[in-house]
């Protein structure tokens, strides 16, 4: 049987999934069309909870401290587009940090079903 840490040791622990986040917010910041969705909010805070949430997700030793994906994301309009863009940017942040296709596809299967709580809220 697999570790329950896989996907995390996968992702680099706890330097890799900081990359990530670090890398998604490079991302983030030169797509014009999420980057607005941004305005008022605190990245800091933002940073360190999507960190917590990518380390708990991927088995991680971590606790997400924040919010539901349903209450942070209500009021923002986020449409289908967005979701898709960051996605490929997430991509784009895994495959310049060499993580394997297999666990990329790992990560994503657990974003996925969080669309409903993201989009049009
Ligand atoms: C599976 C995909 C996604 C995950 C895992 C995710 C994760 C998160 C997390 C952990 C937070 C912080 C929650 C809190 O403040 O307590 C957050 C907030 C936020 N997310 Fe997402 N997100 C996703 C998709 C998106 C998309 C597609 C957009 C739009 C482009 C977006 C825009 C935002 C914004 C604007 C905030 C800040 C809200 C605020 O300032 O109060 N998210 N997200």
Redesign the pocket.
Known sequence: PEPKDWLYQQLGAETGVTQLVDGLLVE?EQDP??VQ??K???IA??RK??I???CE?SGGPCR?S??T?Q???TG?Q?TQA??D???DHLIKVMTAQKVPVGAQNRLLAK??P??KD??YR
């Open positions: 983030i069309q999420i969705h941004f008022d909010t605190d805070r933002f909870l999507l917590e949430q990518l997700l997400y924040g919010a994906m209450e942070s994301h923002f986020i967005d979701f863009n960051l996605v974003l996925a969080m669309y993201v989009v």
